[in-house]
């Protein structure tokens, strides 16, 4: 029903290459704060109601992560908040 499946990608260079970090499935996305070792988006989910209908939820979905610049993390915490 959403569609937009969501990573954050880290650049470790050329001998680490790209991580990717699975964050969710959004209808829609913006980021809405983004520093060292944070981001935050501000984000639509869209879930089947009862009926049949669209209900839609919008929240705010906090990365963090910690990363020297030069080796990407293994994992990075997702949490949101509505």
């Known amino acids: 029903m959403n569609g937009l499946v969501t990573y954050l990608a880290l650049f470790g260079g050329p001998a680490e290459g790209w991580r990717s ?3 969710g499935d959004y209808a ?3 980021v809405a704060e983004a ?3 944070r981001i935050v988006l501000a984000a639509r989910q869209d879930t089947a109601g009862p009926d049949g209908n669209i ?3 919008s929240r705010h979905v906090h990365v ?3 990363w ?3 080796t990407p ?3 990075v915490t997702v949490s949101t908040t509505p």
Do not use: V
């Open 21 to 23: 970090y699975p964050l």
């Open 28 to 30: 829609e996305w913006r």
């Open 35 to 37: 520093r060292d070792g």
């Open 55 to 57: 209900l839609t939820r």
């Open 64 to 66: 963090a992560f910690a």
């Open 68 to 70: 020297d610049g030069r």
């Open 73 to 75: 993390p293994d994992a």
